[in-house]
């Protein structure tokens, strides 16, 4: 009976630790969760090991319209060339499932993003939407942006205008300018809008 007993408490610690791992989300001023994930390239990245470079993480998903216009205009591409000229690490992640909409076959994302001049640091595919659930990634594009200690700085859209980025304002591009000036981030969220992630 007592081994019963004690195996039914330690599974109960267990699930607690399990609830907790997983239950650990991003927020605002807080350290980033860690991941670990592996480009379309099979380089493996993890979060924790580039502290000391601010870090973009970006959702987007190839066929969506709202992330189409974005490319196609340039926008987030110029962006893309303008932060990792600063050595910022910029992150694409698609959490959509296999199968999804938008979900490429690395050759296809590879002719995707040099059709777009698109310059992020990696690309990954993150089928089981483990890291897109942790962070909260609701739309596409959806936009984080990481300070050199590890903190969430931002997160949120990509600027304050759903129907044109002309003559928007750019929250990614700000953060990342503050960061550099060493200026206290004007604005640390905004709703982030898009195509819903395709989990």
């Excluded at 807080?30 to 390239?41: H, M, S, Y």
């Excluded at 959490?95 to 995707?112: I, L, N, T, Y």
Aim: hydrophobic share 35%.
């Amino acid at each position: 009976m007592k081994s019963i007993f004690r195996f039914l408490s330690t599974a109960a610690v267990c699930a607690a630790f399990a609830v907790s791992v997983y239950a650990k989300t991003a927020e605002i001023g807080q350290p980033a969760p860690d991941f670990t994930l592996t480009d379309i390239d099979g380089k493996s990245y993890t979060l924790s090991e580039l502290k000391g470079k601010t870090v973009v993480l970006e959702w987007t998903n190839p066929e969506c319209p709202i992330v189409g216009r974005h490319y196609e205009t340039g926008n987030i591409p110029a962006l893309q060339k303008e932060a990792t000229a600063d050595g910022v690490v910029w992150l694409a992640i698609n959490s959509g499932s296999k199968g999804a909409q938008g979900d490429f076959e690395p050759a296809q994302v590879k002719s995707w993003l040099a059709e777009k001049h698109a310059v992020p640091t990696a690309y990954f595919r993150d089928q089981d939407g483990k890291i897109g659930k942790m962070y909260g990634a609701k739309t596409t594009p959806h936009m984080y942006v990481i300070n050199k200690d590890g903190v969430l700085v931002y997160a949120g859209g990509i600027d304050n205008n759903r129907k044109t980025h002309i003559g928007a304002e750019n929250y990614v591009r700000d953060a990342l300018t503050a960061l550099k000036t060493g200026q206290p981030i004007a604005k640390s969220s905004a709703e982030p809008y898009g195509c819903s992630v395709k989990y």
